[in-house]
């Protein structure tokens, strides 16, 4: 009989665990369809994913539509600021300088001003600061250094057929920093535009190895620092996930890095010696041309975060070369400039690829899995939900960002 009991204890705990397991099976058969179990929440049909990635679509256009204002008018200032036979400031790199402070002092004032929009909950540690923000205002600084230096040795048209090459960078770092899913037809997308650009600015140039090592470092720091500040926009503890927030954290960090490279290169001890800063009308002349494009560069970079959050590095680099094609489109059509056969074989092979890239991500979309509430609203947290019921939730994100903002504005019209 003592020999039997160790194994009648053992019989009874093997029919436990069994009674376990069978309820809970039976618990999982039993469990509620998945609006039942979360208030409403369903998952988004294909019907419903169209109409979230078209007003999606629409809400970045805005953006982008912004972006490209601001940044045609801070083109235009920056011609005739530092053009000889219009303003002629001899030091771009200064004026890059004060521009970031400009928009440090504009960041800390939205935060004042909304701090419910753009103030969030917490602020970066010192060491999150320096592990994290600290390399993407580095690497920012240097990429706009490197750049303005190489220009000194190559010419325009062979310096923009080098940055092109940022958009091969961009895609490493999102691989790298899985921002992007690895695949081959992105891949094959990518080089497509890659290669349209190529063509759409080839012309003969001069080949200058040290412009070459120089803007192409500038290019590899480009790629760095999109994938940098779209992690950052993502990390929502560090409180740098709004592009005001980033701003605000950001800038003074660049605007020191651009402060030293512009020390370096362009000599404030000559500059401050020039006729810009002869007499007390013309120094405060010159002040106010340093600082007031500072509001139309916050507005540029306010709405370049706003598209990284909301998209993507990708995205972003590619509504980037979109651009360009315009620029060189609207200027062949109404200035005259010249365009070789090469060059408009070049703008249909990068228009084709924008179109390849923007059908890509548009399937990702449909194949994704978004949870939306009774109302047919995305939920809040969506990641955390699709975590808990097992679905992925790597290309929902895309269908959900403006849900952030409509919770906040739904909390400032309930105050």
Known sequence: ??????????????????????????????????????EGIHLASVAEKKRLWWRNALINLLFIASWYFF?????????????????????????????????????????????????????????????????????????????????KSITLSFYTMC??????????????????????????????????????????AHFVLEGFLLVISASALGGLRWSLTQLLLKDKKMGLDNPAATIFWLSPSMGLTL????????????LF????????????????????????????????FYIIQRTGVMPMSIAGIAKEVSTITISAWFFGDKLTVLNLTGVGITVCGIGLFTYHKYRKSMESTVPLDGHGNPVADSDAYLEAEGADAEETAQLTEFQEDDDVRMDEQND
Not at 120 to 143: C, E, F, M, S
């Open 71 to 151: 940044a045609m008018v801070l083109s235009l200032y920056n011609k005739w600021m530092f053009s000889p036979q219009y303003y002629g400031f001899p030091a771009p790199l200064f004026v890059t300088t004060m521009h970031m402070f400009v928009q440090f002092v504009l960041a800390a004032m939205l935060r004042f001003i909304w701090p419910k929009r753009f103030r969030p909950k917490y602020n970066p540690t010192p060491g999150d600061y320096g592990k994290k923000a600290a390399p993407t205002a580095v690497a920012t600084g240097l990429d706009i250094g490197l750049s303005n230096l190489s220009l």
């Open 259 to 270: 402060c030293i490279v512009s020390l370096a290169i362009e000599g404030w001890w000559t």
């Open 273 to 304: 010696h020039t006729k810009f800063f002869q007499g007390a009308q013309q120094i405060l002349l010159t002040c106010v041309y340093l600082t007031a494009p500072g509001v139309v560069a916050f507005c540029m970079v306010l709405s370049e």
């Open 1 to 38: 009989m003592d020999q039997q009991r160790p194994n009648v204890e053992e019989y009874a705990l093997v029919e436990t665990n069994v009674h376990n397991r069978r309820s809970t099976s039976l618990e999982r058969a039993q469990r509620p369809p998945l609006s039942a179990r979360s």
């Open 163 to 204: 940055k092109s090459s940022s958009l091969i960078f961009v895609l490493l770092f999102a691989f790298l920093f899985r921002l992007e899913r690895f695949s081959w037809r992105l891949i094959g997308v990518i080089t497509l535009i890659f290669s349209g650009v190529l063509l759409m600015v080839a012309t003969e």
